[in-house]
C-alpha cells in the first residue's frame, strides 16, 4: 500500500477531519508514525495494509472499545 491509498483509506475511513488520529488510534501507534507512513519516511508495514485494507472490505473501521 502506497502512501496515497493509506491515506485516501484513512479519510474514507474515518472522515476528513482529524482522520489521522483515529488511524493511529486503531492501529495502536502513535499518530507521527501514521505521519512518517503517509510522507513516505518509513515504509507502510503490511500488517498496517492489511488491517486497513481489512477495515475498507467491511466498510467500516474497529469499534473503537475492540481497538
Known sequence: ???EELKAAAIKLFGE???SS?????LGV???????YINGKTD????V???VR?????GK???SSTG
Open 44 to 47: 507502510v508495514p503490511g500488517p
Open 30 to 36: 502513535d499518530r507521527t508514525q501514521v505521519w512518517r
Open 22 to 26: 483515529a488511524l493511529a488510534t486503531h
Open 1 to 3: 500500500m502506497s502512501p
Open 61 to 63: 473501521p474497529p469499534d
Open 17 to 19: 477531519r482529524g482522520w
Open 54 to 58: 481489512c477495515w475498507l472490505r467491511s
Open 49 to 51: 495494509a492489511a488491517a
